[in-house]
């Protein structure tokens, strides 16, 4: 098997009657999903536990076996990384770190490789392999297999110097005008994919992409939306999807594939979306009828956003005053809003979790 030469972008004979039937339904989920969003005022704080979700599952594709649960408890405790489930999740909460990050720079930097770059380096940012040459394209041979010997590789990436040429290609082809955002987007992913442009972490950096470029492309007024459920779910199809392209020059297929994840996952978001925001408008009556404070909001709008907490976090970022954090946390507890999950001890606060918005978030 010889390295991988890609196509150079854009494509010129897609076969689109393949895929074109999906194209207006992905669009049209997606574009719901969107409206949905936009339709909350607050739905950055609604979304929180489905941002770290995304995060887990991202980073589950590529091995980490950290739970979301999990996840949100190491947060609470605010530590150091230690066992190997710990730096599992740190290379999790480094991936949100990464897509904040990005959010952040792309309306002064644009959606670039040096952008990417920059997503890249995060994403080792202390973690098991952070000196495995951070930020910079590989300048060795990969491949990729279980084996360590390349004749037995299922796929070769293209040669290293090359590389610069292709994501060159790559970026022009990003602020490229296709008649599709979405077939653009499919295109793009698998590109960036087969590419494979850094020694590791390419799945990672290419599926925080996807909101990316949706956002630029202002298919997205926000970019919150998470597709790694779905690619988990049907992780065989994604790799199958992939290989296609290398062994038979089929694009139509990986470009079906996605149009059908988005259109699946945007409605899977949607239902999840719903059930969040009648689970809060639920608790934002109980919790003013529980406290009868000013703050009641302060605190609904504390525990969605972490739905694992602990005391300290829980006033200091509550921003409500300590006496009365401790009384609203008490009445919260009484009335099963919260559960506490671990008792206070030591140096160590106590506990709680928001079960409800757990189970949802799933």
Aim: charge should be positive.
């Amino acid at each position: 098997m010889k390295p991988f030469t890609p196509h150079t972008l854009p494509i010129k004979d897609l076969k689109r009657d393949k895929f074109i039937h999906l194209i207006g339904e992905a669009n049209r989920a997606l574009a719901r999903f969107d409206g949905l969003i936009q339709s909350i005022p607050n739905a950055a704080i609604l979304l929180s536990p489905l941002t770290t979700k995304e995060a887990t599952l991202s980073s589950k594709i590529e091995g980490t076996q950290a739970t979301l649960q999990e996840v949100m408890e190491f947060e609470a405790n605010l530590k150091e990384p230690t066992t190997e489930k710990e730096r599992d999740i740190q290379e999790i909460l480094n991936y949100r770190k990464a897509m904040q990050y990005a959010i952040k720079e792309i309306p002064s930097k644009l959606l670039t490789n040096k952008l990417i770059k920059e997503v890249h380096n995060i994403l080792l940012d202390s973690v098991r392999w952070t000196n495995k040459d951070r930020w910079n394209f590989r300048t060795w041979q990969v491949h990729i297999g279980s084996s360590r010997n390349i004749e037995e590789a299922s796929y070769i990436p293209p040669e290293p110097q090359n590389i610069i040429e292709y994501m060159s290609n790559l970026e022009k082809y990003i602020h490229y005008d296709e008649k599709d955002i979405l077939v653009q987007l499919a295109i793009v992913h698998a590109q960036f994919e087969i590419i494979h442009p850094f020694w590791d972490w390419n799945g990672r950096v290419g599926r925080i992409i996807l909101p990316l470029f949706l956002w630029y492309k202002k298919a997205l007024r926000d970019p919150m939306f998470y597709i790694s459920e779905y690619l988990e779910n049907h992780r065989e199809s994604y790799y199958e999807s992939l290989s296609k392209i290398s062994k038979n020059n089929d694009r139509e297929s990986r470009i079906a594939y996605f149009l059908t994840a988005v259109k699946e996952q945007s409605e899977n978001n949607i239902e999840r979306l719903k059930k969040i925001l009648n689970l809060y408008e639920t608790k934002k009556v109980k919790i003013r009828e529980l406290t009868h404070s000013q703050f009641s909001i302060n605190a609904l709008d504390f525990i969605f956003s972490y739905p694992i907490f602990s005391t300290t976090n829980f006033i200091k970022r509550s921003k409500i005053p300590k006496q009365t954090a401790t009384i609203i946390l008490r009445k919260l507890m009484k009335w099963d809003v919260i559960k506490m999950i671990r008792k206070w001890s030591g140096k160590r606060a106590s506990l709680y979790i928001f079960t409800k918005l757990i189970d949802i978030t799933g």
